[in-house]
């Protein structure tokens, strides 16, 4: 059911010749069967544009990407994609946008139909179901977004910062809305934020990426037991060390991009570095 | 999109409340401007530039009141009324499909849009003489060129809403498994909609504008079993007026299409409210 991504090599670059812009380079790892991965980065470091290799939507300009060793050429139904912003579809309701993906095969089954009904309710727009997606709040277009990808059981679920944009109250509730429905329908999920609290929530396993050009940078395991809660997590020593661990690391990253291309910059956090570190 | 919207409604939505009383105050004072305005030289004894050459509106209300008694002057309206829907119409149904093929088909927009934008800035009314060597009937004719007026700016707004829909709706339903019908069918089209309204509701009113000058030039058309003047639409209503010399036959015409206008938007609008609900306010 569930399935496995294997990233081998992946390079990507826009454009040609002296104008070549380099996102991803030499990037490579994997996605564990029934296991969430979260991949967290500076921003603009390039998680998008892998996210958007492995949904297929581009080719890479060299390397391979496999999902259960068959090589990727193009968008599946095999993998769903949920996007920073709401790509609800704006003149169907709640219901209707759920049901899209059934419908597109042809399965508006019964069985489809109480799907449907049981994920309305598990991300609590029962009530909602006939509203149209601008009147609903930025919470509930995410949740219904979640729903409408999750009735489509991918093999593998991607999300690309999908609370993004959001209050801190109603992010916080979404991650534990999130954890629960990860936690009832278990399969491969592939992750991409820039909160390191919201990685070591969500995560099985986390990858930090260096700065553009990206790739990995490391690779940690998160141990914590299921289910979780938000309140609780960062009571564990193994969360906060794990933390400052990633911390440290995507400060490093994050202080290359703002050094690129300035001599005077790359000095200053050279020297600034040196005196905090003596 | 949503604000646009609000504010392009209100005047369709004015039956209740603030907003009609505004209205009313509003159109009060531009009457009371105008009767004192064409007045002006008998009540305040110097004239009011150009409002002072027109009659004044008691006057016209009386040629209005004495004009909806004669069957020839429905008669009018009811010619151009038909030549505008006529054209619209036709506009519609080929403006839509034309202009989604080109938003759909980088091969189709390649080889159609440049014949369309060279034929687009010409205006409609230079297009009445060719017309009229085109087509065998007058009436033909001038259906043609209310045609053109609307044609080229629904097929502009049809190709941009089209284009501008989000490309996330389209990855989304293509990793749902959606076939291109059904993209088409449940994305494009959906998606192009408010944008076909728009296109439909400034169409109509260009239509207008361009029927009542068509059948100023053409001379008025199937003058046929009503006989001269009084069968010739109102835009050759209006410009037989103005050969007869009636001044307030003028403005009554003038005044007639601005409803007969009004009308057509807002029931074009009150259709695209009904077809797309889910831009109306949360």
């Given at each position: 059911?569930?399935?496995?991504?294997?990233?081998?090599?992946?390079?990507?670059?826009?454009?040609?010749?002296?104008?070549?812009?380099?996102?991803?380079?030499?990037?490579?790892?994997?996605?564990?069967?029934?296991?969430?991965?979260?991949?967290?980065?500076?921003?603009?470091?390039?998680?998008?544009?892998l996210i958007r290799l492995l949904a297929g939507f581009e080719r890479p300009t060299s390397g391979k990407i496999t999902i259960d060793d068959k090589l990727v050429t193009g968008p599946g139904v095999d993998r769903m994609v949920v996007f920073q912003e709401t790509a609800l579809f704006p003149w169907m309701s709640t219901y209707d946008n759920i049901m899209y993906g059934p419908r597109a095969r042809g399965e508006d089954t019964p069985e489809m139909r109480d799907l449907a009904e049981t994920l309305l309710q598990k991300v609590g727009l029962s009530a909602f179901r006939h509203k149209y997606p601008s009147q609903l709040s930025g919470g509930m277009q995410r949740r219904a977004?979640?729903?409408?990808?999750?009735?489509?059981?991918?093999?593998?679920?991607?999300?690309?910062?999908?609370?993004?944009?959001?209050?801190?109250?109603?992010?916080?509730?979404?991650?534990?809305?999130?954890?629960?429905?990860?936690?009832?329908?278990?399969?491969?999920?592939?992750f991409v934020t820039t909160d390191i609290d919201e990685a070591i929530f969500l995560?099985?396993?986390?990858?930090?990426?260096?700065?553009?050009?990206?790739?990995?940078?490391?690779?940690?395991?998160?141990?914590?037991?299921?289910?979780?809660?938000?309140?609780?997590?960062?009571?564990?020593?193994?969360?906060n060390a794990i933390k400052m661990q990633a911390l440290s690391l995507l400060h490093e990253e994050a202080m290359k991009s703002f050094s690129h291309g300035s001599k005077a910059a790359a000095d200053f956090i050279d020297a600034y570095s040196k005196r905090v570190g003596g | 999109m949503v604000r646009i919207k609000a504010t392009a409604l209100s005047a369709a939505t004015f039956i209740t409340g603030e907003e009609f009383w505004r209205g009313c105050v509003a159109i009060v004072c531009f009457l009371l401007f105008w009767q004192i305005g064409s007045r002006s030289v008998d009540w305040l004894g110097f004239a009011v530039p150009a409002v002072s050459q027109i009659p004044p509106p008691t006057a016209v209300s009386h040629q209005l009141y004495v004009l909806i008694q004669e069957p020839s002057f429905w008669y009018s309206g009811y010619l151009s009324s038909v030549r505008v829907f006529e054209g619209f119409a036709a506009a519609m149904v080929i403006g839509i499909p034309l202009g989604l093929a080109m938003a759909v088909s980088r091969i189709f927009y390649g080889i159609a849009f440049p014949v369309f934008e060279v034929l687009r800035p010409i205006p409609p009314l230079a297009w009445v003489p060719a017309s009229i060597i085109f087509?065998?009937?007058?009436?033909?004719?001038?259906?043609?060129?209310?045609?053109?007026?609307?044609?080229?700016?629904?097929?502009?707004?049809?190709?941009?809403?089209?284009?501008?829909?989000d490309i996330r709706y389209f990855q989304a339903a293509r990793s749902m498994g959606s076939s291109n019908w059904d993209i088409f069918r449940r994305i494009i089209l959906p998606g192009t909609l408010p944008s076909i309204v728009v296109g439909a509701t400034v169409g109509v009113g260009i239509t207008w504008a361009v029927v009542v000058a068509a059948e100023m030039i053409s001379g008025g058309g199937s003058a046929g079993s009503m006989g001269g003047a009084a069968g010739g639409g109102l835009g050759f209503f209006i410009w037989n007026s103005y050969v007869g010399g009636s001044y307030t036959q003028i403005v009554a015409g003038m005044i007639t299409i601005g409803i007969a206008g009004y009308i057509s938007s807002a029931l074009l609008r009150k259709v695209g409210d009904w077809l797309t609900p889910w831009l109306a306010e949360p």
């Open positions: 059911m569930s399935s496995e991504i294997t990233v081998n090599g992946v390079c990507k670059s826009y454009g040609v010749g002296n104008f070549a812009k380099t996102v991803v380079q030499d990037c490579s790892f994997t996605v564990p069967r029934n296991k969430l991965t979260v991949m967290v980065g500076p921003s603009g470091c390039g998680k998008t544009t977004e979640l729903a409408r990808s999750m009735i489509n059981r991918p093999s593998v679920m991607m999300l690309d910062e999908p609370f993004r944009g959001l209050d801190a109250m109603t992010k916080r509730l979404m991650q534990e809305y999130y954890s629960k429905l990860y936690d009832d329908f278990r399969r491969t999920t592939f995560a099985d396993r986390v990858l930090i990426m260096t700065n553009i050009p990206t790739r990995v940078r490391t690779v940690i395991d998160v141990k914590l037991p299921r289910p979780r809660k938000v309140e609780a997590i960062f009571e564990s020593d193994e969360a | 087509w065998p009937t007058q009436e033909l004719s001038i259906a043609f060129v209310t045609f053109l007026g609307a044609f080229f700016t629904i097929v502009i707004n049809v190709i941009g809403g089209a284009q501008a829909i």
